[in-house]
């Protein structure tokens, strides 16, 4: 696969003859654009996203399903089967790259395209699957014959211990090593005997799973040898920049400029704090009206957070002198301070509109002694984080909820789970940025409040 800047791509003429599900073996030898390089690979990582929040929320298998069905229709269908085929393969490796760089982000990608894969998978007809199974060359062939009629009473066992609707022995099971089965004989769905389990035809995606697993993750590791030793150094100039953008990177609106729901002034700043700031610009709120200061880390959060709601720059500057003026004076604050305040809002320096932190780069970040930046959820002691829940309202159940997400590191899920229970109303799309929260709640605040007489 070859990126080029601006030529037409050319597509692999056989593209439409492949299955629905392409397996990912091994790299297209075609050429992608510079552009579509990054754009491909986004759309798929909005997918991916969208699965791995599924997850969080523990939706069923049928649920996931559906969901999936949808992110791919929004983000990756195209009316041409090539142009779609294509794009899957593009975006695919793209990200492959992207994600093999640590062990964290590998661990991430292979389980979200592991789930993608299996529900794209189970999406499909009985003979794409078969077909599926077909590409990966898997050399297991159906029972037939006198030994499925010998089976037959014993398979009967494990569909009626199942508790399914029709307790009919399917027409076509597949001999397999049972330890390629893993989900299955744990779950005791599967008959076994002398080291092989029999799966059902409906039940092959676990045997293709197993099988696709298995492959990403060893790609992965190779793609991260190819990575190191001769990638990273030779796109230093053109790739690479995208590629160690591409995992951190936030993918909604950057809120630089403030809506209807985003406007606040010093008069309403503290009650406007209260009622909407999500859990980590309320805490760094708090701390500069306690301790009248804030390092360079907590200014910039909260700073760029209040230029996203509205704050105008000399409010801001209002704002922030009243505060740190009260413990370093008004000199050093206008030689110091001030300064930073008025580049956030490109007005000095290189003039650059900046934009207000996403919760990816929150969570990310790394507050050291003294700090306050950073997000509650993940840096804060479970201690702390219980007691800062506990003044925002939340129930003991909903505190539970809570800290259950954040003890498996579903920190954007443990503050939407805030959300909704501060506001008693569900966030589907989740909490991806503080301004969404805030702007969110805004929306909710103002239609509960009756509008003013003409």
Known sequence: ???????????????????????????????????????????????????????????????????????????????????????????????????????????????????????????????????????????????????????????????????????????????????????????????IQKGYAFVAGSQLVSLVVTQFRSHISKALILTNRKWTTTIREREKDRLTPIVEALSTSYLGPDYSQSTEYAEISLKDIDQVAKSSFPLCMRHLFEKVREDHHLKHGGRMQLGLFLKGVGLKLDDALTFWRAEFTKKVGSERFDKEYAYGIRHNYGKEGKRTDYTPYACQKIISSAPGAGDHHGCPYRHFSE??????????????????????????????????????????TSCDAGINHPNQYFEESQKILKSKTPPAPV
């Open 383 to 424: 201690d702390n984080l219980r007691a800062a829940l506990g003044r925002m309202g939340l129930s003991s159940r909903g505190m539970e909820d809570v800290m259950d997400k954040v003890r498996n590191k579903h920190y954007q899920l443990a503050c939407t789970m805030t959300f909704e229970a501060v506001y008693g």
């Open 1 to 191: 696969m070859e990126v080029i800047r601006s030529q037409k791509r050319t597509p692999s003429n056989d593209a439409v003859s492949h299955p629905k599900i392409p397996l990912y073996l091994t790299a297209p030898p075609m050429e992608v654009r510079l552009e579509e390089f990054e754009l491909f690979a986004i759309d798929r990582l909005r997918v991916l996203k969208g699965v791995s929040d599924g997850l969080a929320r523990g939706r069923n298998p049928k649920e996931m399903d559906d969901l999936v069905d949808t992110l791919w229709k929004e983000h990756m269908r195209d009316p041409d089967v090539s142009v779609m085929f294509n794009k899957d393969i593009i975006s695919h490796f793209v990200l492959r790259l992207v994600y093999c760089r640590s062990d964290e982000l590998k661990k991430w990608f292979l389980s979200m395209e592991t789930a993608l894969f299996r529900h794209r998978f189970r999406l499909q007809n009985f003979e794409t699957q078969r077909a599926i199974v077909g590409e990966f060359g898997l050399p297991y062939k159906a029972v037939t014959g006198a030994e499925l009629e010998s089976l037959k009473e014993r398979l009967g066992q494990v569909v009626r211990s199942l508790g399914q609707i029709s307790p009919a022995v399917e027409a076509v099971y597949y001999k397999v090593p049972f330890e390629e089965v893993p989900d299955l004989v744990a779950g005791r769905r599967v008959l």
